[in-house]
């Protein structure tokens, strides 16, 4: 029995799951989306009536969590797991036994091959919730994911396998925040949340006992021809379904190579390449790292290039950015190469970058140099506004300085006064 509100830790949730760890015949299907919350399942079954994204293989937690719902007394807020535990949850499972592992990335359910003499872990990679976090779009990512999880297990069901299942994601989607917080302490409390929803760690390039590269990026993602969205974040981060083997590192040059295997329906392998280089500058004294450029190999033969713009720092620290990609509105652009042309059919998309190739101490990101200047562009806003109007009000002081009264003045009983002209 765990108490309302409670959020399971990794040890506990070790323990949890120890009776279905260790049930014959053990088949254990984990379905991972990248992020999701308890409070998703109760909020969407009910605010959107007959278009409840629920309807297959969840149908039986929904009608478990609304009992509980209505038979509480008062308000009850419900158990959850720490999204750190959930990042370690995969090393877990497969630590628990000798497992088959299965990675289910294109989601063709008839192609599983499951032999049920053996024990089996198929983790199946769910399509990643809309980056826009409008419901509508939320919703409709929810409900195809809900049709993936029924016709994975109806798939099993038919084929008379015995399987448990495991729902969860890599980080929350809904992040509860405290009002009754002080306001100075507003920003402690946000650098907590932000720092708790980065609920994976960063890709690691090792050669030998050495880290060299550190990669890491909250959404990471590609479009081929204007169409054809590729999101590679679960697979580099979580799942680690990409092949790091062609990575090189030197004192002066490293290359960062990703390559995935069907990523996509239509293309049968796919590498991205990230060029780095570490230089000695005369003019600041110190040696620079830079991300020169971006290469993305289709089928091992289509070559698109992308001049790197934006992307430096000195060579002790990692480099970060909000947003890095195509788009003139990024801060950190990748600019195609006006001599390739296979360059105008991807655009990139990255969100939250932070990478790092030289000088990595520790296994951890060294202090980051943002792309975000300290003068942004609402703070020269401002000071722009503040100098035109300092001026206005200088200039208006100057002439009223320059204001001078008569110091001769007409007597009604006397002569008229006469002043010459060259006063």
């Known amino acids: ?248 590192c030197t004192d002066s040059n490293t290359t960062l190579s990703l390559k995935y295997t069907r990523p996509v329906n239509g293309i049968s392998s796919l590498e991205i390449r990230f060029l780095m280089t570490n230089k000695f500058y005369e003019v600041s004294a110190r040696r620079w790292s830079t991300l020169d450029s971006v290469e993305i190999v289709q089928d091992g033969e289509k070559l698109a290039k992308f001049i790197v713009s934006g992307i430096s720092a000195p060579a002790e620290y990692s480099f970060h950015c909000q947003l890095v990609g195509t788009s003139n509105l990024y801060p950190a652009r990748l600019d195609r190469d006006p001599s390739n042309n296979e360059a105008k059919n991807w655009d990139v998309f990255i969100s939250n970058l932070q990478i790092q190739g030289f000088n990595i101490v520790n296994n951890q990101f060294s202090y980051a140099s943002d792309c975000t200047g300290f003068f942004t562009p609402g703070i020269w806003m401002g000071l722009v506004t503040s100098v035109i109007l300092l001026w206005i009000l200088t200039y208006g002081i100057h002439m009223i300085m320059q204001l001078t009264t008569n110091s001769r003045f007409d007597d009604p009983k006397g002569p008229a006064l006469s002043v010459p002209q060259t006063e």
Request: charged share 20%; proline share 4%; glycine share 2%.
């Open 1 to 248: 029995a765990v108490h309302e509100g409670k959020v399971v830790s990794e040890q506990e949730l070790t323990a949890l799951l120890q009776p279905l760890l260790t049930q014959n015949p053990r088949n254990l299907v984990l379905f991972l989306q990248d992020r999701l919350s308890i409070d998703d399942f109760t909020y969407f079954s009910e605010s959107y009536g007959n278009k409840n994204p629920f309807q297959n293989a969840n149908k039986c937690l929904i009608n478990f969590l609304q009992e509980i719902l209505q038979s509480s007394p008062s308000s009850l807020v419900l158990p959850a797991v720490d999204c750190k535990a959930t990042k370690y949850l995969l090393d877990v499972l497969q630590e628990s036994g000798d497992w088959k592992l299965t990675n289910v990335t294109n989601l063709n359910v008839s192609q599983l091959e499951v032999n049920a003499s053996n024990p089996n872990l198929l983790v199946v990679q769910l399509q990643p919730l809309a980056s826009d976090l409008k419901e509508i779009s939320t919703l409709e990512a929810i409900a195809e994911n809900d049709k993936i999880i029924g016709r994975v297990t109806m798939d099993l069901q038919e084929r008379g396998i015995h399987f448990s299942v495991i729902y969860t994601a890599a980080r929350p989607s809904r992040i509860s925040r405290r009002t009754d917080v002080v306001a100075e302490f507003r920003r402690q409390l946000m650098a907590a949340e932000e720092e708790e929803s980065s609920s994976y760690p960063p890709l690691n390039v090792t050669i030998g006992n050495d880290t060299c590269i550190l990669f890491y990026a909250s959404n990471f993602s590609l479009k081929a021809n204007s169409s054809v969205l590729i999101d590679l974040t679960n697979a580099t981060f979580l799942a680690q379904n990409v092949d790091i083997s062609a990575s090189e």
